[in-house]
C-alpha cells in the first residue's frame, strides 16, 4: 500500500472523529441534522456563485449602493414570496416530499413539520420556515434585479401588491371582529 494511501486514509478517520465528536458535542442528546445544514449551506453557496458568475460573465455593472427604493421593495417582496411559498395552501405540494401536514397555521397558512427522515429533514425545516426561505428568495430577486431588471421589479410590485392586500384584509378581519364584540356586549 502506498504511503500517501496510508496517510490519507489516517487522517480521514481523523477528521471524522473529530466531525462525530463536535456533532456529538453540539447536539447535547438532541438529533441535530449538522450536515444537512452544511450540504444547505454548500447548496447556498453554489447558487450564489452561479448568479454571480452570470452577473459578471454578462457584464452587468453593480450598483454603487442600494438604492432605498429597491430595499424597500426586496424587502417587501421577500416577505409575501417567502410566506407564500413556505406556509401557503396551494404550494403545499412542493413541500409535501419533505413535510408533514399539521393543521391550519392562521388565514391561508399551513403548519407543517418536517419529516425525520435524513436529507429530507433540513429541507423540510428550509421549505417551512419563511425565515430561512427568505435568505434565497431575496438573493433570488437580488440577482434578477442585476440581470433582468424590469421584469423583477415587476414581479416584485406584484408581490408588495399581495403583501398590501394581505394586511387590508386581516385589518378589515380585526375590525370586523371587534364590531362584532362591542354590538354583543352592547346587547
Do not use: I
Not at 429597491?70 to 417582496?77: C, E, K, N, P, Q
Request: charged letters at 20%.
Amino acid at each position: 500500500m502506498n504511503t500517501s494511501t496510508v496517510t490519507d486514509s489516517r487522517l480521514a478517520r481523523r477528521l471524522h472523529r473529530l466531525l462525530d465528536r463536535t456533532r456529538r458535542n453540539y447536539a447535547a442528546g438532541h438529533d441535530r441534522p449538522l450536515g444537512g445544514y452544511l450540504a444547505a449551506m454548500a447548496g447556498f453557496a453554489a447558487y450564489t456563485a452561479a448568479w454571480t458568475t452570470a452577473v459578471r460573465r454578462l457584464g452587468r455593472p453593480l450598483p454603487e449602493r442600494p438604492e432605498p427604493w429597491d430595499v424597500a421593495l426586496t424587502s417587501v417582496a421577500t416577505f409575501r414570496l417567502s410566506r407564500l411559498l413556505s406556509k401557503a395552501s396551494v404550494t403545499s405540494p412542493l413541500r409535501a416530499p419533505f413535510t408533514r401536514y399539521v393543521g391550519p397555521q392562521g388565514p391561508a397558512e399551513l403548519h407543517e413539520e418536517a419529516r425525520p427522515e435524513p436529507g429530507r429533514h433540513t429541507a423540510g425545516e428550509l421549505a417551512t420556515c419563511p425565515f430561512c426561505m427568505s435568505v434565497w428568495v431575496a438573493t433570488t430577486l437580488t440577482a434578477g434585479q442585476l440581470l433582468w431588471p424590469r421584469p423583477t421589479r415587476t414581479a416584485m410590485g406584484t408581490l408588495a401588491a399581495l403583501a398590501g392586500a394581505d394586511a387590508l384584509q386581516l385589518a378589515y378581519s380585526a375590525l370586523v371582529t371587534t364590531t362584532e364584540k362591542t354590538s354583543d356586549e352592547q346587547m
